[in-house]
C-alpha cells in the first residue's frame, strides 16, 4: 500500500482533432480544466499534460532543493523554478523528450559551486525525476542572486 495516494481525473468527448475535455484534481485546485488538441499543440487557451508534468516537476524539485538546502544549514529566503518540457515526433505520435529546470535561488550561506551541487543533488533525488529517468533527458541551471 501507498504512503501518499494522489487522484486526478480527465474527461473527454470526440475525436482528437476536434474533441476538447477536462481535468480535475482531488484537491480541487484544478476542476473541469480545459484542454484538447488546440491547447496541446496550437498554444489554445487551456492547459495540457505538458504542461502540467513542467509544474508537478517544477513544485517537487523546488520542494525537494529547499529540504537540501535547509538540512545543510542554508536559510533558503526564495527558490524560483521555471521547468520547460519539450516533445518530439516519435513515429506516429509525440514523446516528451526533454525537461529543462531553471531555478533562482536567494539563499543565505550558499555560494555558486554550493548551489549547484545542492541544485543536481534535488534534480536526481524529487520523486518526478525519479519517474522520468531513463526517458526523459533533464537538465537543470543554477543561479544564485
Known sequence: MADIARKATAHWEGD???????????SGVLDGAQYSFGTRFENGKGTNPEELLASAHAGCFTMQLSALLANHGHTVESLDTQATCEMVKDGAGFKVSAMKLVVRGKVTGSDQTDFEEHVRQAADMCPMSQVMKGNVEITHEAILE
Not at 16 to 26: A, I, Q, Y
Open 16 to 26: 482528437l482533432k476536434h474533441g476538447k475535455g477536462t481535468v480535475s484534481t482531488e
